[in-house]
């Protein structure tokens, strides 16, 4: 690995636990945590990961349907992460993340029924996961 790359990727899982504790926190992503995700995509940059910007379009889609349904962060955090990765890792990875939201809130389920009355919304932050699926893929 040339020193470039090990930079990129020691500031990458940096960066990703970073984004994790602050949406745990504070339930936002600050604006300087994904352009430094940007910024570290030129330490070891690939023309053809500007394509992983496209990654974020489904978060982007889903954002304009329903404002309260994922937060501005999730998405730039993604189309960030798609410059650095690319874009089969960046949707690989939210996938991943995805799905541990998923039985996340299955184990919640099962084992607090009864807990939430009626059709309650249930929100989680989205970046830890995502940053646990981003980081599981950073090496495919």
């Known amino acids: 690995m040339q ?4 930079v990129q990727t020691v500031l990458f899982f940096c960066l990703m636990g970073c ?7 504070k339930r936002e992503i600050p604006n300087a945590l994904w352009t430094l995700v940007a910024i570290i995509s030129f330490l070891d940059f690939r023309a053809v990961n500007l394509f992983g910007i496209l990654a974020a379009l489904p978060f982007l889609i889903v ?5 309260a349904a994922i937060g ?3 998405i730039k955090l993604t189309a960030a992460v798609g410059l650095v990765i690319g874009l089969f890792r960046t949707l690989v990875g939210v996938c991943f993340g995805l799905c541990a939201v998923i039985a996340l809130h299955g184990i919640l389920k099962i084992f607090c029924i009864g807990k939430v009355k009626g059709n309650k919304r ?8 995502l940053a646990a699926g981003f980081i599981s893929t950073y090496f495919l």
């Open 19 to 25: 984004a994790g504790y602050m949406d745990i926190r």
């Open 63 to 67: 954002a304009i349907i329903d404002p």
């Open 3 to 6: 020193v470039n790359s090990i």
């Open 122 to 129: 249930i929100s989680y932050p989205l970046a830890p996961f």
């Open 72 to 74: 501005g962060g999730d």
